[in-house]
C-alpha cells in the first residue's frame, strides 16, 4: 500500500531525481527532449523544489514498500488549493494509488475549507485529462503561458468542485 510521507527541503534531490524519471518517461514524446530538458533546469530542478518548500508549496513523498514511487505538490490558495504536481512513476499508475492520493488532497480542501481544487494540464496530455475527468474534474479554461527559452505551456485549467 502506498503511504504519503510530508516532504521536507532536504528532500529536494531525491523529488528531482524522481522527476527527471518521470518527466522524461512522459512528456518527451508530447513535448520534446529540448522542452522536457528546460522544464527540469527551470522548475523541476532540485533548488527550484527547496526553494518551493521553504516557501510553503507543501510537497508529498509517495513511497511504496520503501521506494519513492511519486511526488504531489500543493499551495493553499484563497479559493482553492492548487494542484501543482501531481506524479508516479508509470509502473505504479492504474493501481488506485492517483485516487487515494486525490482522495486525500479532497481532504486538505475540506479541512481548509476550499471549494475547490484546481490545476493546469497540458492540451495535448490526453491521457492525463482522462484520468482528471474520472476524478470529477472539468476544463475551467484553456491558459497559454510564456515559460521563457522559447516555450509556451498550452494547457487546460481543469477545477474538482468539493460538494
Same mark, same amino acid.
Given at each position: ?17 524522481l522527476?527527471?524519471e518521470?518527466?522524461r518517461?512522459?512528456?518527451t ?18 533548488d527550484?523544489?527547496?526553494?518551493a518548500?521553504?516557501s %510553503?508549496t507543501v510537497y508529498w513523498?509517495v513511497?511504496e514498500?520503501?521506494?519513492?514511487? +511519486? #511526488? &504531489?505538490?500543493? =499551495?493553499l ?8 504536481k ?5 509502473s505504479f ?5 492517483g485516487r487515494?492520493l486525490f ?14 481544487i ?8 490526453t491521457?492525463?485529462i482522462?484520468a482528471y475527468?474520472?476524478l %470529477?474534474?472539468h476544463?475551467l479554461?484553456?491558459?497559454v503561458?510564456?515559460?521563457?527559452? +522559447? #516555450? &509556451?505551456?498550452? =494547457? ?7 460538494s
Open positions: 500500500m502506498a503511504m504519503i510521507v510530508q516532504a521536507r527541503a532536504a528532500d529536494a534531490g531525491a523529488i528531482a531525481s522527476a527527471e518521470i518527466w518517461e512522459h512528456y514524446l508530447l513535448l520534446g527532449e529540448d522542452q522536457v530538458t528546460y522544464m527540469l533546469d527551470t522548475i523541476q530542478s532540485e527550484v523544489i527547496r526553494q518548500i521553504e %510553503g513523498l513511497k514498500d520503501g521506494e519513492l514511487i +511519486g #511526488y &504531489v505538490a500543493y =499551495d490558495r484563497e479559493s482553492e488549493l492548487f494542484l501543482s501531481y506524479y508516479l512513476k508509470h499508475r492504474g493501481r488506485g494509488i487515494y482522495d486525500e488532497l479532497k481532504q486538505v480542501a475540506i479541512e481548509n475549507r476550499l471549494p475547490a484546481e490545476l493546469t494540464v497540458n492540451r495535448e496530455n491521457r492525463s482522462e475527468r474520472a %470529477g474534474f476544463v479554461r484553456e491558459h503561458g510564456d515559460i521563457g527559452g +522559447g #516555450y &509556451v505551456m498550452d =494547457d487546460y485549467v481543469m477545477q474538482y468542485v468539493i
